[in-house]
């Protein structure tokens, strides 16, 4: 199943800011996936892949139809994701009320892609990306962290291009 969430992590690195529908779509598979085995403990892959695409639609269908209150929740959830991952990665996991810097990678994450849209939606699919794919491939140790940065770094880059490319058409990079 961690194909799954590497897929979904590799659509959100490249593609997270060109098409929000999938960026919200990947964003409600992945925690979905993640949180129905972790925080519903659901022991079966098939209900956890059900729960999963079932979450990825609502978000693709809440993106595509209300897309103000899209923006807002999927900033909260991947902001909130990442902060949680980072702290994992920081080896801070263990604390005794996650649930408050959830909340607080949430609230920077729903507000700054409620303000900066585009560059915002660049840096969160791309963090949001690596640390689907990290958890998928599950090195451990600092190379998990090695293998987040770089390729976080690289979806940045990547969308960034494709963002300077579609910016001003006939321009030449």
Do not use: K
Request: aromatic share 10%; hydrophobic share 65%.
């Amino acid at each position: 199943m961690n194909l799954w969430i590497a897929v979904a992590g590799l659509l959100l690195l490249t593609l997270g800011r060109r098409l929000f529908w999938l960026f919200v779509g990947c964003l409600g598979f992945s925690l979905g996936f993640v949180y129905a085995e972790g925080l519903l403990n659901v022991q079966s892959h098939l209900i956890s892949l059900a729960v999963a695409i079932l979450m990825g639609l609502l978000g693709a269908v809440l993106a595509v139809f209300l897309q103000g209150m899209a923006i807002a929740i999927s900033g909260f959830a991947a902001g909130g994701f990442v902060m949680v991952h980072l702290l994992d990665l920081l080896g801070l996991g263990g604390m005794r009320f996650p649930w408050i810097l959830y909340v607080i990678g949430g609230i920077v994450g729903a507000v700054a892609l409620l303000l900066i849209f585009d560059w915002a939606l660049i840096f969160l699919s791309s963090l949001l990306g690596s640390a689907l794919i990290v958890r998928a491939v599950a090195l451990g140790g600092p190379a998990e962290g090695l293998l987040f940065i770089a390729l976080a770094i690289a979806g940045i880059l990547f969308q960034a291009r494709l963002l300077r490319g579609g910016a001003a058409p006939g321009a030449s990079s």
